[in-house]
């Protein structure tokens, strides 16, 4: 089971922005590409899909829960 599954009130919520950020969003977003370039953010997504993907561990294997 996947450990956000254990708190619902997570559900559809963002755990990692503050009330202020999440009414500015689009500002989090285009600050973000100050950091890392699209390139690099898509490099990242590859090898995070690239884990998923090939990894033995059960979080990405039972996908039913």
Not at 34 to 49: F, G, K, P
Request: proline share 2%; hydrophobic share 40%.
């Amino acid at each position: 089971m996947q450990s956000f599954n254990l708190h619902p009130e997570f559900h559809n919520q963002s755990i990692w922005l503050s009330k202020k950020e999440q009414e500015t969003l689009i500002f989090v977003i285009k600050g973000s590409f100050e950091y890392n370039s699209l390139t690099e953010v898509r490099q990242h997504l590859a090898s995070i899909l690239e884990v998923c993907l090939t990894t033995a561990n059960s979080l990405y294997i039972d996908f039913d829960d």
